[in-house]
């Protein structure tokens, strides 16, 4: 890690242009800290450059100074991995968001190639006006930047069904830290010539490489949906039937929940009524997307249940109500501490049971909320009432995961908030590795230093 | 590269255990060639581990010693790189066939954990035995390894549908050069804990890793299913049919073709007729499985052209056999060279068009037969009439195929004998970002040395 030298900012804007470099305070402000306003610290300078060549550049004078780069797309991320803080303190922020480039979409190969700084919801309404949608959904859409996305190897509600970033991410183009740039976005379905460098640069986080274009896989966009929403007495149930509908019904988009006091939550802060009578337990979201009428299975499996359905489009948003209430009640609340854990389908339930009276013998003034994608086993984890930067509250919930064979991130990336715990969820023979491959791609530990290893 | 040291087969088997250790010649023999018999060498011993153990225990001690290790599993493979030739030669034969262990289906998760040594025919028997079929099938199903599909991410005729073996692989343990083990098997759906170190293993051809066991997803097993097989005039107008069945068709299972000369040639040596009349141009395989009725999407693209259906077992095998026939057809004629390449969907029409007269410029005698995964862009480019060893058919094949924005591995794996033509499908920074990685997990480089990377 380098020891944030004094940087030469002027001699970084004559390397890679003037009018790409930002020193004034006041603009350096908003790349500086984190949306959830948690982390900040201080760059030496912001560098925003219009092409690859703009990027390779700046990385390749940085790596001939030992200056830190910490690559910054819609800084959405909840983990400190965008924002120039603890090892990173001082270092040269890399903002991609000018790099929004689209080129056209491939209907014959359903694909596109996007730059990093195009906004989700951008790249959805450009599929959408040619059949296609992108496989990839999640609530930050308006602000997360595909680049961004694919250095966390973001999730999100539709894994399920589509996977998460990498399998979106066909071909990419990246600058390394030596500022050479690979470049390979043929998006070719069967391509076995060598590493997988495009999956190892996703969900890296901005310490290999930085990814300057993507090439995109695009799914045929659906006509019909149908969300039902189901109460399901305890959570060891909601596991089981979500395994039946995976086995018994083709076309699943997502199954989320809303676990705890969820419910109660929601009718307090949001004034949400209950959506059907008898709402207890777990409250199952099942969304479907075909052509046509939906498969009988789904119906089968959920009729069992007290539930409320939908097929138009404002019914559906009502029902997602419920799901998506959710950070906005919890937010009403306090300031949580987030965290995004996945748990093997078997352990969920005991992991649920014990999780609460495990934060609250760490800390007894805190609330445990949650949530999160069902299917993927992936909770939420929110927490009130415990000071955001107590970390006795982390401790406690990334232990408790580890003992059920979790993994302390599900989809928010590793970032420098997490990386002290990473030994959680990896060996040290796996970190080693990790090591390695890091210093092979970035000898000098230029890029985000800090952040997935310490 | 090791220089081949003579290898202390004495003490190697002292270390690992005499009964993992074979050195008699006449045993050594069927793993010092490949099943085509093109390629063969010398091992110095066959190493043949029952335990993770014993498979680091053997890196190890090669590790330590810089003697070449050459990881094998069915051995099916068609690019030599499972077999001790030119860098390899004299090297050690690591077989994982006795690493062959089968978890118990996790049901709840569609999971299972099987070691490197099942050959793919009986990992399918025992998911069907659960409700359930596993992702990846190819034609070498009785004798193909998991450890070999792991290491060259096969492919086949289901990548459309359920993505090739990196897809399947949700978690791995593997030995690394320097006998350290790396395990990550909990299969989580979402887990973004540091870098995708499985997803690099797979593909690697075994010069990364050796995978001792692979956590490997299901997917549900399906009662119904169509086969359609239509005569389409243009190869061109093929890839737009492919183009809007996608588009239009969900639950699409593969989608094949065969080209060029092959229905007259299975005609000839097969005795096999034209499935109907009119069978001419492209001849496409479609196959639909799902539950109840096909889409009506489907029927109403292929009813443009003359075409045959079946829904019953006997009658899709019977149309199948039109496009299995094509490589049992060519073995008649002669012993082929066996190019697999992947195209952009834009330029297949191109390829296909220009692919015999560059062959036939290169060696006149030479005769085209193209087949293969047209959804994917893929195409089996046999040519017979050409010595085997006539390097000037694969020179010709492959500067066309890089000409076209094409791969010049689509899914056998870049081997011993592609690896000089890497730089046709990667670039210098790429080769030289391989490197790098090769370097920082097998220092020494004992593992398959000769593979990917000349």
């Known amino acids: 890690v380098p020891s944030s030298p004094t940087v030469d900012v002027a001699g970084l804007a004559a390397a890679v242009g003037p009018e790409a470099v930002v020193s004034d305070p006041v603009i350096r402000a908003a790349y500086e800290v984190d949306w959830t306003r948690r982390f900040h610290g201080r760059a030496a300078a912001i560098v925003r450059p219009r092409t690859v060549d703009g990027v390779a550049a700046t990385l390749a004078w940085c790596n001939e100074r030992g200056v830190a780069v910490v690559p910054q797309g819609g800084n959405t991320g909840l983990v400190a991995g965008g924002v120039p803080v603890g ?34 919801d951008r790249l959805s309404a450009l599929a959408g006006v040619h059949g296609f949608e992108f496989g ?32 979106q991410v066909l071909g990419t183009e990246a600058a390394l830290a030596d500022g050479s740039v690979v470049r390979h976005m043929a998006g070719l379905a069967k391509d076995n010539t060598g590493y997988d460098l495009t999956g190892l640069l996703v969900g890296s986080e901005g310490t290999l490489g930085v990814v300057t274009a993507a090439r995109l896989r695009l799914v045929p966009r659906l006509p019909d949906r149908l969300v039902v929403l189901a109460g399901i007495p305890t959570v060891g149930e909601a596991v089981e039937v979500v395994a039946e509908l995976r086995h018994r019904v083709d076309g699943l988009d997502a199954v989320e929940a809303v676990l705890g006091d969820g419910l109660a939550l929601m009718h307090d802060q ?3 009524a209950p959506p059907f009578a008898d709402a207890g337990g777990v409250l199952v979201l099942v969304e479907w997307a075909g052509r046509g009428e ?13 539930s409320a359905a939908a097929t138009d489009p404002g019914g559906r948003a009502r029902l997602w109500r419920y799901r998506e209430g959710m950070a906005e ?14 748990l093997p389908a078997a352990e969920l339930a005991g992991f649920v049971a014990s999780v609460p009276a495990v934060v609250t ?40 995961v580890a003992e059920h064979g979790g993994s302390i991130s599900a989809e928010h990336g590793v970032g420098r908030a997490k990386a002290k715990w ?7 023979s796996e970190i080693a590795a990790f090591r390695a491959i890091k210093r092979a791609l970035d000898p000098a530990g230029i890029l985000n230093p800090g952040v997935i290893l310490t």
């Open 329 to 342: 009640a919890i937010a009403m609340v306090g300031v949580p501490h987030k965290l995004d854990v996945t």
């Open 87 to 120: 090892a990173a303190e001082g270092a040269i922020v890399l903002s991609l968001r000018h790099l929004d480039a689209v080129g056209p979409v491939d209907e014959l190969a359903a694909q596109v190639s996007v730059g990093p700084g195009l906004e989700l």
């Open 294 to 306: 939906p498969p009988s299975g789904l119906a089968a499996v959920l009729e069992r249940y007290p």
């Open 136 to 167: 990839v959904d999640l609530g930050a859409r308006a602000t997360a930047t595909i680049g961004g996305m694919v250095a966390t190897n973001a999730g999100g509600i539709r894994v399920l069904r589509y996977g998460a970033m990498r399998a």
């Open 270 to 272: 949001l004034g949400l």
């Open 361 to 400: 013998a760490a800390v007894p003034a805190a609330r445990v909320h949650l949530f999160g994608h069902l299917a993927d086993g992936n909770v939420h984890v929110n927490v009130t009432g415990a000071d955001v930067d107590d970390e006795r509250v982390d401790d406690a919930v990334l232990h408790l």
């Open 422 to 428: 990473l030994g959680l969820s990896r060996t040290a």
